[in-house]
């Protein structure tokens, strides 16, 4: 998607001066803390940014010993950042003021534009002409503002800045202010530490994938947690996560407005445009994006993102308790994770260590021994730690005495061994040093089983969607791009009939079964003849929808008599559903298999999207259906199709069978990517055959684009 986008210069210029400003000018300053002029000086001054402040304010008092002007045009300057927190009825003449001291960026705090409708989205555009007309980027407006922990700059209003907040590597950039300051607040108390952060309002000219584009090269970012409502670029949102899965940092997304309520709450709140599901679905899985569903489930997914790499999804569990062992045993199952099992030579160790009555097995329990036996726990830690079937380790502490003693070995043990270790720490005041203690050892800590599972989980599933390269995609070549743009124009309708999509599908590589179009009752029986019975006869006609529901459809027609008979009783069904047909198609009665479902789409903001799931009835029964931006070359394919675990476990295993298919997404997807006039292709039944390694598409249609 994102080959002919070229990040802007002066938009990454624009937002080193929003996180690394030299001087900053606050418009509306003030002492009174229950005002945002005066959070944002009150954070200002507390984090201990070392640049320099202007406050302004009408009387230009001194803010917190900070001398104060009564006009922008007093400030003697040069400025790198605004941040601008008047009323609406003033924001334009401090933008104005802003142009005169060369400023480079500016937060805008003030809010009542767009995201309040009608007359604010008029206003909202005057805004942004106004700045671009002076060189000014703008932030917001309804921004919360921004900060960056090495830069000991907090210039924002949130309250969650109440608190001190330590530095870390997770960068979190939200269209929500106040939901941001949830992020924050709520993130600390579980152990998460903060590069940055930057509330981006209504994305009126800086949006999301700046930002993102901008922190994934910041050093001190490791992971970047995203809360989105809407972009207006996809493309700039693929290039920017294209850079992350390069340069290998963890992107974690909470998104609003997948459904159709969420979309219209999100007009409302940030008037921005949800966009499609299918599209963002398709980027985030292309680039090994975890996308989580609510506040919790992300904060945990970047909890263990922040502390490790973990590549892998075998898990080995240390307990003090054999309950919390069986569930997690359970629970390893539910969420796709695989129980490692210990090695011949780790069972061996671990018979050394743990005593008689100790099984070996994962999950490990090793009994209310470990209260009495100092150095046990740290010893059971290296020897599973050292069994290469296992890649993470998942401590299960419960209420016991010397659970601190516990966490004390695991955090000792922890400085030498090479993998992933998590604890879950369930009870409450018990264990509360504990938790503390893995804490401050770097041990993420969960306090539910089922999070950090979940957590490991969805990490494992992001890199293997992303681990395959999808290196330069294959594309038609001229000829057989302009052999489909002809058929796919000769169409008297916009919705081809079965056998002119077919007759595309084949240009491009798909293989579709054998059919032959007749006239007559007596051409119906000698092709059926031909072809070698059974046969199946379909009306081809655009007018009616539902053919099979109509009667334009006769299956296992098994003689010649049989034939000429249904080619009069469809011809005699279309006349009374008010149809007419173009034709009788014959075509050979395939054998039963796999069904499945190929189709793409065009969307408005990501362009061409194959999809793959499962068919037939069960396309809209489980709606298991995973999507890519078009084209996808065949390892991009293969990976579709594991991500369906329905079709993966009626396809079986062996890759080498199931490169038709892979081949037959591509051939799909490069349709979709290299045909400009068909907006929607669907390919339902595709049956496949995975004994023998083929496939075959039995239904095609194709809707061409005429707008």
Not at 285 to 298: F, L, P, S, T, Y
Not at 445 to 456: D, P
Not at 467 to 483: F, K, M, V, Y
Not at 572 to 583: I, N, S, T, V
Request: charged share 20%.
């Amino acid at each position: 998607m994102h080959d002919n986008y070229r990040p802007d210069t002066e938009v990454l210029n624009a937002i080193d001066a929003v996180f690394a400003p030299k001087s900053i000018v606050v418009i509306g300053a003030s002492e009174n803390e229950s005002k945002f002029g005066g959070r944002v000086m009150r954070n200002l001054t507390r984090y201990g940014y070392d640049g320099t402040i202007y406050p302004v304010n009408r009387r230009g008092d001194a803010i917190l010993g900070i001398p104060g002007y009564a006009s922008l045009d007093d400030v003697p300057g040069p400025v790198d950042l605004a941040i601008i927190v008047v009323p609406k009825s003033s924001a334009l003449e401090a933008l104005e003021g802003c142009g005169r001291l060369g400023v480079k960026a500016a937060i805008v705090i003030t809010s009542g534009y767009a995201e309040q409708g009608g007359e604010g989205v008029g206003e909202q555009e005057e805004l942004v002409a106004c700045a671009r007309r002076l060189g000014i980027r703008i932030l917001g407006p309804n921004s919360l503002g921004a900060y960056h922990a090495g830069n000991k700059l907090a210039a924002t209003g949130n309250q969650a800045f109440d608190r001190q907040f330590e530095p870390g590597n997770v960068a979190l950039i939200s269209q929500s202010g106040a939901l941001g300051g949830s992020f924050l607040d709520a993130g600390m108390n579980q152990g998460l530490r903060f590069s940055s952060f930057l509330s981006i309002g209504n994305s009126a000219d800086l949006e999301i994938p700046d930002v993102l584009l901008h922190q994934i090269h910041d050093p001190s970012t490791r992971v970047v947690l995203l809360y989105i409502e809407g972009l207006r670029d996809l493309d700039k949102l693929d290039h920017a996560l294209s850079e992350a899965r390069r340069l290998g940092k963890t992107v974690i997304v909470l998104r609003a407005g997948w459904s159709e309520q969420g979309a219209s709450a999100i007009q409302s709140h940030t008037g921005s445009l949800a966009g499609s599901s299918a599209a963002y679905k398709a980027i985030f899985r292309r680039h090994g994006v975890i996308e989580v569903d609510d506040v919790q489930d992300a904060l945990e997914a970047a909890l263990a993102a922040s502390a490790y790499d973990i590549d892998g999804r075998r898990v080995g569990f240390i307990s003090v308790s054999g309950g919390m062992g069986s569930l997690a045993a359970d629970r390893s199952e539910a969420v796709g994770l695989k129980m490692g099992a210990f090695s011949d030579e780790t069972r061996r160790k671990l018979r050394d260590v743990l005593p008689d009555f100790a099984p070996e097995n994962n999950p490990l329990d090793v009994t209310g021994a470990v209260t009495s036996s100092p150095g046990m726990m740290q010893a059971a830690l290296e020897i599973v730690a050292a069994d290469e079937g296992i890649d993470v380790i998942v401590m299960l502490i419960t209420v016991v005495y010397g659970s601190e003693r516990i966490a004390d070995e695991v955090v000792a043990a922890s400085a030498t061994i090479g993998k992933p270790i998590m604890a879950v720490v369930c009870g409450g005041e018990c264990v509360a040093e504990s938790a503390r203690r893995f804490r401050a050892g770097n041990i993420p800590v969960f306090e539910q089983l089922h999070g950090a599972l979940q957590a490991i989980s969805r990490i494992g599933s992001a890199r293997a969607s992303a681990s395959g390269e999808t290196g330069q995609a294959p594309e038609l070549d001229a000829e057989t791009r302009e052999a489909i743009d002809s058929a796919v124009r000769t169409g008297s309708a916009s919705l081809l009939t079965e056998h002119q999509s077919k007759a595309i599908l084949r240009l491009a590589g798909v293989p579709v079964c054998d059919e032959a179009i007749v006239q007559t009752a007596e051409e119906a029986g000698a092709n059926a003849r031909a072809f070698g019975f059974p046969v199946v006869i379909k009306g081809v006609t655009t007018q009616i929808a539902h053919k099979m529901k109509a009667g334009l459809v006769k299956l296992n027609v098994c003689d010649e008599a049989g034939a000429a008979r249904a080619f009069d009783e469809i011809h005699a069904a279309a006349k009374k559903a008010g149809g007419e047909l173009e034709g009788v198609s014959v075509q050979p009665m395939v054998a039963p298999g796999v069904e499945l479902l190929i189709g793409g789409m065009r969307d408005p903001q990501a362009g061409p999207l194959i999809a793959f799931g499962l068919g037939g009835v069960y396309t809209e029964a489980l709606r298991q259906v995973t999507f890519r931006p078009a084209p996808v070359g065949r390892a991009e394919a293969m990976d579709m199709i594991g991500e369906i675990p329905s079709a993966r476990g009626l396809l079986g295993e062996d890759n080498e069978r199931l490169a038709p298919l892979a081949d037959a997404i591509v051939g799909a997807s490069l349709l979709m990517a290299g045909a400009d006039n068909v907006a929607e292709l669907d390919i339902n039944p595709f049956i496949y055959y995975p004994g023998e390694g083929r496939g075959i598409a039995v239904d095609g249609l194709i809707r061409r684009d005429d707008e």
